[in-house]
């Protein structure tokens, strides 16, 4: 038996739906791109007001990253009865600075958990929001998992300047 989903496992959400499971939510992963080159998340508060995502920040890594590259990704999943699911959210974040707009995100409710002061809001400007639900599924095996020794593709070269970073491997567990 196959441990692939089915497509009938796996439901799209509309944006529509997406944007009411983002706003039952306040907490989410932020990913964004640091000044080396290398994807870092973050779990931050949020809040969605008017199809716009607001989240506060210190004057930390999280905000300098952003002003020198403001492409980032957002994600939060949860669970509803007997299925889980999952929003991304892509898009462009800035800093706000026009009060009127800081007062819009006050009365989004973005509100940030940390005992770290978060002074500055953030908007993350959607260009694309997408989300999927699926069923928990019930028919793991159980044990130990037993791995499968896929064949090796042929090797390719690092990008040039940066040395492979060595992946770990584990020795499969012999069938018995």
Request: net charge positive; aromatic share 6%.
């Amino acid at each position: 038996m196959s441990n692939e989903p089915t497509a009938a496992s796996v439901t799209a959400l509309s944006t529509a739906e997406c944007w009411r499971l983002l706003e039952t939510q306040r907490l989410g992963r932020l990913a964004l791109v640091d000044a080396s080159g290398e994807p870092r998340i973050y779990p931050v508060n949020f809040a969605g007001r008017d199809g716009v995502l607001y989240l506060r920040s210190a004057n930390d890594a999280k905000l300098r990253f952003l002003r020198s590259r403001p492409t980032v990704a957002f994600e939060v999943d949860g669970k509803d009865a007997d299925q889980w699911w999952s929003v991304v959210l892509r898009g462009e974040a800035a800093r706000v600075d026009v009060d009127a707009e800081i007062l819009a995100s006050r009365h989004a409710q973005v509100r940030s958990m940390s005992p770290t002061a978060k002074p500055f809001v953030i908007r993350i400007q959607p260009r694309s929001v997408t989300g999927r639900r699926f069923r928990e599924r019930g028919d793991e095996p159980e044990g130990p998992v037993r791995t499968q020794i896929l064949t090796p593709s042929p090797e390719l070269p690092p990008p040039a300047g940066r040395r492979p970073h060595p992946i770990p491997s584990f020795t499969p567990l012999a069938d018995g």
